[in-house]
């Protein structure tokens, strides 16, 4: 059985879109999504600019809009769409996919969507040519890459010997003053130190896998996208939820050279993320985020859990006040019954209280708590100092060297 006839029989799956197969060789298919923005050219223009890889590639951009998008945008986007469809023999490094959709319900309309339509098309073309082992590529319009861009890619998933299913790729924000406000900037660049401590925070708590959780930022075989079931058709946060699942059943291997550079600006396209974060950083003048002690909480909770196998253990108190004393020995007591070691209990107690428990758990601390948010400076000095690390450059060059580093 071809490797994705299962997916187009159990999931729901956009039909084909484009006519005739891609090239014998193609080994790396880049999908954007494009909604309203014309710096989609620049984007290709820099995908075009860089090194060749020993493969062909295709960049699918899916263009789209919702059932209630303003006429304005959806006008745009007919532009946008239309001036794709001229370039398309225009680039040396990819043949170029336009697609365009238009009046998405907006029960399901948004950038999860368009990137699921793109990847589900992606696997059609790889199965098309037999290739289970290809290299599908998320990236968003409004991104450059570095010029090894294609070639880190490809080495990482064709030639690295532990042959990866799926990668996360190292990230490092767009500062160019030419292109965005001061404001912009210096707003951005505290948001991205908080997702670093983040991602960082996570590993020193014990989380097996601590992943940068970025739509411009992942790549992934047709056969592992197909297997978990593809993208799912989210206004925001489609990367995250995929991610995390795809962590529970596969290692999510790293390109630990930062090869995408994100736009820092203001935007309100999506509920959460990068755009919306800057603009509060901007309105506030703050970037308060997780205090670094509730992940020592998490830390000495999670390094608890070979001992609570065998009933012998000290769980932090605020960890049994958060989930209740008695769901909480309920929980322990299946996850026992229902192992036969404790290795295997380990695992079971981690997939009860993962990723998702944990951000729970964050959220559960106010202003007003013991664990106050606290901006994002004075943590990342902690988790440094924690890590032993001497700030010889400055906070955001540190914890960039350090994240860089430290694979997932």
């Not at 082992?133 to 968003?140: K, P, T």
């Not at 409004?142 to 799926?166: G, Q």
Request: glycine share 6%; charged share 25%; with cysteine.
């Amino acid at each position: 059985m071809n490797f994705a006839e299962s997916y187009y029989k159990r999931y729901s799956v956009a039909p084909k879109i484009f006519n005739g197969n891609p090239r014998s060789d193609t080994g790396i298919i880049v999908v954007i999504p494009c909604y309203d923005d014309e710096f989609i050219f620049t984007t290709l223009q820099s995908l075009d600019s860089a090194d060749r890889p020993p493969c062909s590639v295709e960049v699918i951009v899916v263009v789209n809009s919702a059932e209630d998008t303003d006429v304005a945008v959806v006008e745009k986007n007919r532009r946008i769409y239309a001036s794709l469809c001229e370039k398309k023999g225009s680039y040396l490094n990819f043949a170029l996919l336009p697609y365009i959709i238009e009046g998405v319900p907006h029960k399901i309309a948004g950038v999860g969507n368009a990137r699921k339509v793109g990847m589900d098309e992606a696997v059609w073309r790889f199965s098309a040519i037999e290739n289970p082992r290809g290299v599908i590529v998320s990236l968003d319009a409004d991104c450059l890459v570095a010029e090894d861009y294609f070639t880190e890619i490809y080495s990482r998933f064709y030639c690295a010997k532990d042959h990866p299913n799926a990668c996360t790729l190292q990230f490092r924000h767009n500062f160019d003053e030419k292109l965005y406000s001061g404001q912009e900037i210096d707003a951005c660049r505290r948001y991205e130190m908080y997702l670093r401590y983040f991602r960082l925070a996570q590993k020193v708590a014990g989380i097996p896998q601590c992943l940068h959780t970025i739509g411009s930022c992942l790549a992934v075989t047709p056969e592992t996208y197909a297997r978990m079931g593809g993208m799912a058709r989210r206004q925001a946060g489609e990367d995250f939820y995929f991610l995390q699942k795809l962590a529970l059943q596969s290692k999510v291997a790293s390109v630990d050279k930062p090869i995408v550079f994100p736009s820092p600006s203001v935007s309100e396209r999506v509920p959460f993320g990068t755009g919306r974060s800057v603009k509060k950083i901007i309105e506030t003048g703050s970037c308060k985020v997780y205090n670094f002690g509730l992940f020592l909480l998490l830390k000495e909770f999670y390094s608890a859990f070979p001992s609570l196998y065998d009933g012998d253990s000290t769980i932090p108190r605020e960890i049994i006040e958060f989930v209740g004393e008695q769901k909480f020995k309920s929980l322990v007591d299946e996850c026992r019954k229902n192992t036969s070691d404790r290795k295997s209990f380990v695992k079971r107690m981690f997939a009860k209280f993962d990723v998702f428990f944990m951000i729970r758990f964050l959220n559960g601390f106010d202003e007003q708590s013991d664990f106050a948010p606290v901006e994002v400076e004075i943590v990342v000095s902690e988790l440094l100092d924690y890590y032993g690390v001497t700030s010889v450059k400055n906070l955001y060059e540190d914890i960039l060297e350090l994240d860089v580093s430290i694979s997932n």
